[in-house]
């Protein structure tokens, strides 16, 4: 079974960081022992309870959508605060980013491009001959 790591970021104040990712970014949201799960389309994050934000940093997470224009187009109509414009970065997928309630940073980011195909590899090679 495919095992995947789960971002964390930090928050103060739980039921702001709840209600940010419910009625903003629109996760679904559940508490836990240590904080918050907060899922939407295959993207799970953490959220940890936290004494002292300011003590301990932000954090930046990095969070994987295979609809990731429709996303940024929904984060547009519910009026995101910092939310950026989509762009690309050479040989890096379409991405944006955010900062959440407690000030992390949240890059979403597209599928990987696919940089490297075997059948390619291959016919330039038989081309050599």
């Given at each position: ?52 934000i ?20 929904e ?47 291959t ?7």
């Amino acid at each position: 079974m495919k095992q995947i790591a789960i971002p964390v970021v930090f928050a103060e104040e739980i039921g702001m960081a709840a209600w940010f990712y419910c009625n903003k970014l629109g996760f679904h949201v559940v508490c836990n022992e240590t904080g918050l799960t907060a899922q939407r389309d295959g993207m799970t994050l953490q959220i940890d309870r936290i004494d002292n934000i300011r003590q301990s940093g932000v954090l930046t997470a990095l969070l994987t959508s295979h609809r990731i224009r429709d996303l940024h187009a929904e984060f547009l109509d519910r009026k995101v605060p910092t939310l950026t414009n989509l762009h690309n970065q050479r040989y890096r997928p379409l991405q944006f980013s955010l900062r959440d309630a407690s000030g992390n940073h949240l890059i979403f980011t597209g599928p990987r491009p696919v940089l490297y195909r075997p059948e390619r590899a291959t016919e330039a090679v038989s081309g050599l001959h």
